[in-house]
């Protein structure tokens, strides 16, 4: 299933992803980006710079590039939060654009061993808060 990069979630920076993440950062082909729900403290996404699918419609450079910008998220994740392990997420199953969902999890915490939910729909935080996680992970990267 492919999609039109003019109703892409990552391309067109529409109101709904605006709803759903905040952009932390422009990364060497990719976009970083912090989700509002934060039942997983520190949760981010990243998203390849074009629009393709698939890891696999790489090439081997764009590939390792985008690889090292997980790569570099996740190392910004883990000094900013600690997080015990990141779970890594490339579903794309409905909205057909290479993007991982990076969801740090907490001995403790929610879904510890067990698989992230994507949308949980329990912990909001206000703008203030969001923006001192984002500057934390950029301060990071």
Known sequence: MYSNPEDCLYCTDNETQKSLMIEIARLSVSRLFLFREQTYRGRCLVAYNGHVNDLNELSDDERNAFMTDV???TRAMQKAFNPEKINYGAYSDKLCHLHFHLAPKYVDGPDY?????????KVYLSDGEYAAMAELIKANL
């Open 71 to 73: 790569v570099r998220a």
């Open 113 to 121: 061993g067990s698989v992230f939910q994507m949308n949980p729909g």
